[in-house]
Structures are given as structure tokens and as C-alpha cells.
């Protein structure tokens, strides 16, 4: 089994180079070309690092914590995906929990920050923690990352208001003048409402209020039947979240309101699922992966003592799939209505599953 001293030779380095290059650290000044020298002889002689003894050197578990609201929420399967793979890169495994767990009263998070388990935990609790909660956060050194805006924390994001406006523009290039927000409550929603709100006030329309019926199925269901209750039907919805749109779609089928020849429905977030209803929903697709990955990377910079990371993801910014949910009004605003066109810089089609 290769050695960091055999990596050292074979690359025409120093040990503490070696060393350096292994762990991470930025105290070893080098070139990169240095650095590209090294790993290479790394993967030549099939060299592995032993992350447990690190760990040991360093005072660490190897082990990370990840909370958020609802294990099973499909929304978070790319996010976790990429704290998988994140963390893997560290050789760290991931303790996942619920942010239910955390609420004022629990134990839970007391006992995990206290007890050494992990070496830092990531948190997205979408409006779930309370100021207990949080306050008790701030009382622990354990580093701790949140997963969504924090103004009073370390936080990274993705761009819930760019989504919104994103939906809300697609609809309006679709001819669209009445167009509703359904759905969410808290920040991310907020946000995303703006964004919506932005995308009206440009094209000169007049937004409606936001309709924050909550999340899930029947939050959808219950904003569609409050929106088609307005002195003028909306065209067409924006879903604040995903699995909200299967009520819309739901809540439609029963009021005999065909989707999309009369009201086009554009979600946020995007999941397998939205592929196989009928029809197919038309969705933001938000970069959860990417969210994982960085939160990861920042949170090891907080272990590290590096301090400045985070922010807003804005690389990639989210991304519109097409698919039947949504379709265009003529000119006139009439019923007879035409499938919408596909030259939108903004939009992605949706690709056939095999």
C-alpha cells in the first residue's frame, strides 16, 4: 500500500507538500502545477488517504449531521445527493434528522450538539425552527450551516426569487394576463412571491395578492379553489412548491377545469414524479444538488476556521422544464388556445424517460 513518503518521491516533492495537498490546507504555498504533480502521482501509485487517522489529528468524528423539514420530501433528494457526494470527498458520512426532531422542548438538539457526534451540521428547516431553537444554535461553537437565508447565521441559498419570476415570465410570454400564486407561507415562499410580483410589474400587469395556503397537496388544491373564486378566473397558476401542483391538479380535475386549454399550471421544484401526471406538469427545476455541494464545501470551510463563505447560489440559477401543464391564449384571450412555442431562453424541454 502506497505511502504519503512514496508520493513525496515520486513526485519530487517534500513530504509536508504531500501532506498538504491531502489534507487541504492552504498553510504549504505551492504552484498548482505542483499540486496537478502530486495528485497524479497520488492516482498513479493507487494511493488512498486514511481519513480515520485524520480525523484522529484533528480532533474530528468524520461525521456530519443533516436536518431538514420532512425526510421525505422528494424535493430533497438531489440536495441530499449532493451532501452525499460532497461529503464522501472528505471522507466524512452524513447523520440525517428532522427538523421536527428540533422544536423548543426537544432534547434532540442539545444532545447532538453537546456530545461530540458530529463535526458540524447542516439545517434546513423552512420556517420550522422557532427563536428558541435558533438562539440555541448560536449558544454552541459546533459550526453550523443553514441551508436557506439567515441573515444571523452562516447560510447559503438558492434563488427562490429568480424562480418565480422565471414561472411567471414564461406564462406572461405566453400570452397570459391573469395569473395567480398559490401556496407556501414563510420566506422562501415570500420570495418567490416577489419574484412573481417582479415579473408582473415589468410586463405592466397587476399582481395578485399571494394566496399562502401552505404546502403540500391540499395547500394546492385549496389556493386553486380560492383563486377560481375571484371577480376574474385566473389563466393560468403559479405553484409555489411542486407537490402542490398534484392538488391543483387534483382540485381541477373536480371542477371540471381542463389544464392547460383553460388554466396553465407552473410549479417549483421539479421532481420525477411531475414527468408521469397527466398532464405532465411544467416546472422550475431548482439546483438542490448544487445547494448540497456547497453547503458541504462550506461548512468544512466553518470547521476550518475560514469564515466569508456562503451566500446565494446564483450558478446555476433554476431552470424551466416544459412539459403539457401550460399552453398559450391567442391574441384575443379567446379559448381557442395553441400549444406554447419552444424559443424561450429561459426554458429546457423536458427529455422522454426510456
Do not use: C
Request: proline residues 5%; glycine residues 10%.
Amino acid at each position: 500500500m502506497a505511502t504519503q513518503r512514496d508520493v513525496a518521491r515520486a513526485a519530487g516533492v517534500s513530504l509536508a507538500v504531500v501532506s498538504a495537498v491531502v489534507n487541504g490546507t492552504s498553510h504549504t504555498r505551492m504552484r498548482e502545477s505542483t499540486r496537478t504533480r502530486v495528485l497524479r502521482a497520488m492516482q498513479q501509485l493507487g494511493y488512498q488517504p486514511n481519513h480515520a487517522a485524520r480525523s484522529l489529528r484533528l480532533n474530528q468524528t468524520g461525521m456530519i449531521a443533516m436536518i431538514l423539514n420532512k425526510l421525505d420530501n422528494p424535493v430533497y433528494g438531489p440536495l441530499r445527493q449532493g451532501v452525499y457526494e460532497a461529503a464522501a470527498e472528505h471522507g466524512a458520512t452524513v447523520l440525517l434528522g428532522d427538523a421536527e426532531t428540533m422544536r423548543s422542548g426537544s432534547q434532540f438538539l442539545t444532545r447532538l450538539l453537546s456530545q461530540g457526534t458530529v463535526d458540524g451540521i447542516l439545517v434546513r428547516g423552512e420556517g420550522l425552527l422557532d427563536d428558541d431553537v435558533m438562539a440555541e444554535l448560536h449558544s454552541h461553537p459546533k459550526p453550523i450551516l443553514i441551508l436557506e437565508h439567515a441573515p444571523d447565521h452562516p447560510w447559503i441559498d438558492i434563488d427562490d426569487r429568480r424562480a418565480g419570476e422565471i414561472a411567471t415570465r414564461f406564462l406572461v410570454n405566453l400570452r397570459h394576463r391573469h395569473i395567480v400564486f398559490v401556496g407556501g407561507s414563510g420566506y422562501i415562499s415570500q420570495q418567490r412571491y416577489l419574484g412573481y410580483q417582479q415579473a408582473m410589474d415589468s410586463a405592466g400587469l397587476a399582481p395578485a395578492p399571494h394566496l399562502a395556503t401552505g404546502f403540500g397537496e391540499q395547500a394546492g388544491a385549496d389556493g386553486l379553489r380560492q383563486a377560481m373564486q375571484a371577480a376574474t378566473a385566473p389563466t393560468a397558476i403559479v405553484v409555489n412548491n411542486i407537490m402542490s401542483a398534484v392538488g391543483v391538479l387534483a382540485a381541477a380535475h373536480d371542477l371540471g377545469i381542463a389544464i392547460p386549454d383553460q388554466l396553465s399550471v407552473v410549479g417549483i421544484h421539479d421532481v420525477d414524479l411531475m414527468q408521469h401526471l397527466r398532464p405532465a406538469v411544467t416546472a422550475v427545476r431548482m439546483p438542490m444538488y448544487q445547494l448540497g455541494w456547497a453547503g458541504v464545501e462550506a461548512l468544512y470551510d466553518l470547521i476550518a476556521g475560514r469564515s466569508g463563505t456562503g451566500g446565494l447560489i446564483t450558478d446555476p440559477e433554476p431552470e424551466l422544464v416544459i412539459r403539457d401543464s401550460a399552453t398559450a391564449l391567442n391574441p384575443a384571450g379567446a379559448e381557442n388556445l395553441v400549444r406554447p412555442a419552444t424559443s424561450l431562453t429561459t426554458e429546457i424541454r423536458a427529455r422522454p424517460q426510456p
